[in-house]
């Protein structure tokens, strides 16, 4: 069974910056696209990024593009999620998860993903 573990989460001031990572057990991490998305309270969830099995394509939303990079590490099992100049809204749970089919590139649609984390909670605040 795929597991899923984020970690990297807190409190940061606007303008300052979390790495966030995802530890993958239970299987190969490159045999999976994994995703980040968040929910915030009362908010619909919200696709971050997302990156392909073998790293070389990335999506990231309108709403963090030019400031969160994702990236991956195969050999450590290991995504992460660089969130730079972030902003109150930007507070929110952050969930990993694995989408297990072979595609080209990654999606943001959350109902291909099989496996999720516990989410870690990232807060924006003075």
């Known amino acids: 069974q795929l597991q899923l573990v984020e970690s990297g989460g807190g409190l940061v001031q606007p303008g300052g910056s979390l790495r966030l990572s995802c530890v993958v057990s239970?299987?190969?991490?490159?045999?999976?696209?994994i995703g980040w998305f968040r929910q915030a309270p009362g908010k619909d969830q919200e696709g971050v990024s997302c990156?392909?099995?073998?790293?070389?394509?990335?999506w990231d939303g309108d709403s963090v593009k030019d400031r969160f990079t994702i990236s991956r590490d195969n050999a450590k099992n290991t995504v992460y999620l660089q969130m730079n100049s972030l902003k109150s809204e930007d507070t929110a749970v952050y969930y990993c998860?694995?989408?297990?089919?072979?595609?080209?590139?990654?999606?943001?649609?959350?109902?291909?993903?099989?496996?999720w984390g516990q989410g870690t909670q990232v807060t924006v605040s003075s």
């Open positions: 998860a694995a989408d297990p089919l072979k595609r080209v590139g990654c999606t943001s649609t959350p109902e291909y993903y099989d496996y």
């Open positions: 239970g299987s190969r991490l490159d045999r999976y696209a």
């Open positions: 990156i392909s099995s073998s790293g070389g394509s990335t």
